[in-house]
């Protein structure tokens, strides 16, 4: 067979390890991985001195499309995903108008995003109250699962959801063996915390305390060990809540976990008050509570890290006013994830095989994607050059989402993504987008 195109590198970061090895292309998957020095019959063979990486699956992005395309658009989030190597995104239901919670508003949401994609894009389904009649329908058109808040979720068509409507939902996701992704605030704690206004980062934080975290999680661990459900904890903030999830995994709660890059990488000690560049929900806490999150990565009781990428427009940020309570919640890193990663793994013995883990396999066995998340014969031909060595400051002005901020203005970072493949089609290179749109709209089970 001639392949369609072979890449080269000394560092090939594959499912079982890092190697030097020729990656083999056709018909945009994977059909053979060779050594780095053997023949092979191809219509584009090159070598690259970066390390390649399997394409990034990023499970929690909020696009916004259609609705509230000021704050974020199909085109701009696809084109950062692919700087930042990520050849997957999976939308989240809140945030657009209408939200993902009808099969109606699914198909309004894909007629917005067609032809816009830069990389590939699947959707979650929203459980909010009143909808359970409709979770079932959502899942037959390919969703790859529900997301609820079980407090109030800052957009008001996307309600919260208590523990009566939570239990709703679970059980008759259970029917159908599908997935609950659960924002796991509980609302009484925070009501009973949060100030009316505040520029202090210190009272912020103490409005969203860690305790409101671990009871809700506790909550949902007891619902999935009673119905025996799926459930997915996302941007976990609180290190006290991983015994608890530990011990669940140990008795066999079909529970995971994911964390973000903010929560890994930024610590509560370094943030000026009104600098509400920081402000995210769960909020952004201290680095003995950071290190904690590592070791629970490190120990596998959490599973994954994705961006939560949550922008919004300058205005809402309140920047010339600086109140936390009162500014949008929300961090956008979709573009820097694994540099940000990168840079921290340096001080915690962490391998780029265990990034790219965390980043992609992982991320992509939750969505149940088993084309997608590893360089390995069968899959998608979806990879990313890695530069491990370089180092640049971060400039908000040359990031591709909508809203050009973020709290790691000025910030140095090491590893630099140099070149994106989407199913052996080069997508990125060197700071610009190469070729139109071409990614797919992905449906659970046939991706």
């Known amino acids: 067979m001639e392949c369609d195109l072979v890449i080269r590198s000394a560092h090939v970061i594959t499912d ?21 020095n053997d023949l092979v019959t191809s219509k584009k063979d090159i ?18 499309e259609p609705g509230r395309t000021q704050w974020e658009g199909f085109e701009s989030a696809t084109k950062a995903a692919a700087a930042g190597g990520v050849t997957t995104v999976i939308d989240m239901p809140l945030n657009s108008i209408p939200p993902t919670t009808t099969v109606d508003a699914l198909a309004v949401k894909k007629a917005a995003a067609t032809g ?3 990389v590939d894009v699947g959707f979650w389904g929203g459980s909010i109250p009143g909808n359970v009649g409709d979770l079932k329908a959502l899942h037959g058109q390919g969703v790859f699962g529900f997301k609820c808040f079980l407090l109030h979720s800052g957009v008001d068509e996307f309600p919260g959801s208590d523990l009566p409507d939570l239990t709703a939902a679970l059980d008759e ?5 599908a997935l609950m992704i659960v924002h796991a605030e509980d609302s009484n704690a925070i009501q009973k915390s949060t100030k009316p206004s505040s520029r202090s980062y210190s009272e912020f934080l103490a409005s969203r305390p860690k305790g409101a975290e671990n009871v809700a999680i506790a909550q949902l661990i007891e619902e999935a060990r009673r119905i025996k459900g799926r459930v997915h904890v996302l941007h976990l903030s609180s290190g006290d809540s991983l015994a608890l999830i530990r011990s ?4 066999g709660v079909r529970i995971s976990a994911e964390t973000c890059p903010h929560y890994l990488a930024l610590a509560a000690e370094e943030i000026a008050d009104g600098a509400t560049q920081y402000k995210c929900c769960p909020p952004i806490r201290e680095k003995s509570n950071q290190d904690e999150l590592w070791e629970g990565l490190k120990s596998g009781v959490i599973d994954q890290i994705v961006s939560d990428h949550s922008p919004c427009t300058q205005d809402l940020k309140i920047f010339d006013i600086g109140d936390f309570q009162q500014a949008w919640g929300g961090i956008s890193s979709l ?7 990168w840079t921290q793994a340096q001080s915690h013995g962490t391998s780029l095989w265990q990034v790219t883990k965390w980043m992609s396999q992982k991320p992509a066995e939750l969505a149940g994607l088993t084309r997608k998340g590893a360089i390995k014969v069968g899959m998608d031909a979806d990879f990313a050059e890695f530069d491990t060595e370089a180092q640049f400051r971060v400039k908000a002005t040359e990031l591709f989402h909508k809203n050009q901020i973020t709290p790691y203005q000025g910030k140095t970072l090491q590893g630099r993504i140099k070149q994106t493949w989407l199913r052996g089609e080069l997508i990125y290179k ?9 990614g797919k709209f992905l449906i659970r089970g046939k991706n």
């Open 16 to 36: 079982i390890g890092d190697r030097a090895a020729a990656v083999c292309v056709h018909n945009g998957r994977i059909v053979k991985i060779a050594g780095f």
């Open 47 to 64: 070598t690259i001195t970066g390390a390649l990486i399997p394409g990034l699956v990023d499970s929690h992005v909020h696009i916004n």
């Open 116 to 118: 816009k994609c830069s």
């Open 173 to 177: 996701l259970a029917t159908f063996d």
């Open 248 to 251: 669940a995994k140990s008795d």
């Open 335 to 341: 573009q820097l994830g694994i540099s940000i990663i």
């Open 430 to 438: 060197d700071g610009s987008m190469i070729n139109s749109p071409h």
